[in-house]
């Protein structure tokens, strides 16, 4: 998805962030991803375009062409005075509009980078008609990241939760979430939190961008068990619909379930949903994404841990690597 946020620098300097507007990158960078947007007007860089297979999030989707600006000669002394009157100049312009961003703040969503909507599984032998779709339950908490409400979805609101925290992880070549894993993924980005999943505890996410806009993304965390989320299987289903009714999948335009049933994994109980998830866009080349959410009781009273798998509608290339994925998933 084409959103807003700070992703990692496409220059590949660990530890910083370029801002992408949803066209283009900023020239502006930052160490911190909840810094506010740079100013509108501020210099940007081509977007460029990323193959298939490409590693690189939209953020590191460069223009192949860009080169550093040369060094100018040394400045003469009127040419000093005259950069120091416009270097304050722009500080004061950087001030100004810095003090309006931190006021907009709530209404950019600045509470970290967005990853582009994501994309999942191709099952080869899909149920024989697609599920019915439950009745969506009523949610008295407020969503961290205000959603944009789908009229078909009910207007699902989905409760608080906090993507980034969770234990540190082992360095075993396994991406861990809640207490699922799942072996890490060749020629994927390395895992970090999915704020976008904003219910989610725990989380941990590789993706790959499949075109400029659209990525593919496997993703491991938790949800706390209750409300909307008290047992597997109403943990898939809502899980999909805040999906879907949050800024997920921009222009909605229909859901078709192919396998909604239970399932164990590692020997444990679980609720699995796939579903085609499709959108309304002519940006992009799919038609959406295959999604796939499991949902595992691992043994404890107060959390569900869970899976999220993205790809692309009719990937042929991705569609074996998401089988194997699900099977790799491991109960820690």
Sequence with gaps: MSTAGWYPDPDGTSGRYRYWDGQ?????????????????????????????????????????????????AAPTRRGRLVLAIAGA??????????????????DLGLTGPNPPAASAWDDSSPTAAPSPRPTPLPSTLASRRPSRPNPSEGGLRCPEGNPTRGPAKPADRRVHGGRLSYPMVAGYAAPQPRPRLA???DTASQFQVTEPGWASSFTVGEVQRAGLFGNQQQAAEHTLQCMITGDGF??????????????????????????????????????????????????????????????????????PLMDTVIKGLRVD
């Design 24 to 72: 283009s990158w900023s020239a502006t960078t930052t160490t911190d991803p909840r810094t506010a947007p740079p100013a509108e007007g501020a210099p940007r860089r081509s977007s460029g375009t990323a193959p298939v297979g490409s590693t690189a999030e939209p953020a590191r989707a460069i223009d192949p062409h860009y080169q550093p600006a040369r060094a100018a």
């Design 89 to 106: 100049l722009l500080l004061l312009i950087i001030v100004a509009a810095g003090g309006l961003l931190l006021w907009r703040g709530p």
């Design 199 to 201: 219910w989610f505890y």
């Design 250 to 319: 921009e222009h909605f335009s229909g859901r078709k379930d192919l396998q909604n049933k239970a399932i164990t994994v590692d020997g444990r109980p679980a609720w699995m949903i796939m579903a085609e998830v499709r959108v309304d866009r002519t940006d992009i080349s799919v038609d959406g994404d295959r999604v796939v959410v499991i949902f595992v009781d691992d043994g404890r009273r107060d959390r569900l841990s869970g899976f999220v798998g993205l790809v692309p509608i009719g990937d042929s290339q991705r569609i």
